[in-house]
């Protein structure tokens, strides 16, 4: 009923820069948190960043002052703008959101895209 699509992975030297969209689509009344997650190659996956449905965002540290979420309730789109790139941010990169739908509950849904694949060459 609801699709994340993510958006705008590549390659990209290290130093280089991205900025990564997730679009959220289907029957839905309110979003309320979406976050990034990435998950490494031989690593379990972690946070990158929050942003509440107000955009107040948060950062794990390893990502603060490089990386910035926000997002465009008006386009259902959390975006990552991901600055000075180092060759341990190479990852599959994931949207997540809470979704209440328009025929559910009150009670949100999360929901989780498919991934996009970030490359920083070395």
């Known amino acids: 009923q609801v699709q994340l699509v993510e958006s705008g992975g590549g390659l990209v030297q290290p130093g280089g820069s991205l900025r990564l969209s997730c679009a959220a689509s289907g029957s839905i009344r309110r979003i309320d948190d979406m976050a990034w997650y990435r998950q490494a190659p031989g690593k379990e996956r972690e946070l990158v960043a929050i942003i509440s449905s107000v955009g107040y965002p948060h950062y794990a540290a390893s990502m603060l002052g490089r990386f910035t979420i926000s997002r465009d309730n008006g386009k259902n789109t959390v975006y990552l703008q991901m600055n000075s790139l180092k060759p341990e941010d190479k990852a599959v990169y994931y949207c997540?959101?809470?979704?209440?739908?328009?025929?559910?509950?009150?009670?949100?849904?999360?929901?989780w895209g498919q991934g996009t694949l970030v490359t920083v060459s070395s």
């Open positions: 997540k959101a809470d979704v209440v739908t328009d025929s559910g509950s009150a009670r949100s849904v999360e929901v």
